[in-house]
T-cell receptor, first 112, second 116 residues
Framework: DAKTTQPPSMDCAEGRAANLPCNHS???????VYWYRQIHSQGPQYIIHGLKNNETNEMASLIITEDRKSSTLILPHATLRDTAVYYC?????????????WGAGTKLIIKP | DSGVTQTPKHLITATGQRVTLRCSPRSGDLSVYWYQQSLDQGLQFLIQYYNGEERAKGNILERFSAQQFPDLHSELNLSSLELGDSALYFCASSVAALASGRNEQFFGPGTRLTVL
């Protein structure tokens, strides 16, 4: 079962920041939070990941709360091409291996 | 382009048949993962191979099997196909299997399987 909860859909105006929330209240101390997105049935694309600290890369920023029970993915200047399903995923460790447990994701629609 | 290739792109077959999906990982990646995505659903992890050996199993049916060859490409075999097996099948690869470091998964474009 997925360890994350996300709203099923969100809208955002083009050029504005898109803030996508994710709850992961049962996350363990060594489990990472990953974000991927999937544009119209294409293969999912890695965006960013983090453990405790906030992270930023060329695509997005990831804000993780101090208690690690929730996080927010921020796309700073959303464009129409950012319309996609965004998945917040907990990376679960088992026997020195790991799995990504996928939920249903948030369908983000960027409007002109 | 992620560097992961999958063939075929589309596959249409009948119930009871057997098909093989193929995946070539990114150059240098030792780990291959298979996922199933039914219509409007999230991805379901099926199985993972690392350097030729099975590493982890998810919700994979007994009718399904996979292997990873010495050149690191992988095949997913689906047999006794049912209507409910119609889905997108994705392959992903990563550098390692171990839970350390960045090690994100890179996904191929998928194979769309339709069972009639």
């Amino acid at each position: 079962d997925a360890k994350t909860t996300q709203p099923p859909s969100m809208d955002c105006a083009e050029g504005r920041a898109a803030n996508l929330p994710c709850n992961h209240s049962t996350i363990s101390g060594n489990e990472y939070v990953y974000w991927y997105r999937q544009i119209h049935s294409q293969g999912p694309q890695y965006i960013i990941h983090g453990l405790k600290n906030n992270e930023t890369n060329e695509m997005a920023s990831l804000i993780i709360t101090e208690d690690r029970k929730s996080s927010t993915l921020i796309l700073p200047h959303a464009t129409l091409r950012d319309t996609a399903v965004y998945y917040c995923i907990v990376r679960v460790e088992a026997d020195s291996n790991y799995q990504l447990i996928w939920g249903a994701g948030t369908k983000l629609i960027i409007k002109p | 382009d992620s560097g992961v290739t999958q063939t075929p792109k589309h596959l249409i077959t009948a119930t009871g048949q057997r098909v093989t999906l193929r995946c070539s990982p990114r150059s240098g990646d030792l780990s291959v993962y298979w996922y199933q995505q039914s219509l409007d659903q999230g991805l379901q992890f099926l199985i993972q191979y690392y350097n030729g050996e099975e590493r982890a199993k998810g919700n994979i049916l007994e009718r399904f099997s996979a292997q990873q060859f010495p050149d690191l490409h992988s095949e997913l075999n689906l047999s006794s196909l049912e209507l409910g097996d119609s889905a997108l099948y994705f392959c992903a690869s990563s550098v390692a299997a171990l839970a350390s470091g960045r090690n994100e998964q890179f996904f191929g474009p998928g194979t769309r399987l339709t069972v009639l």
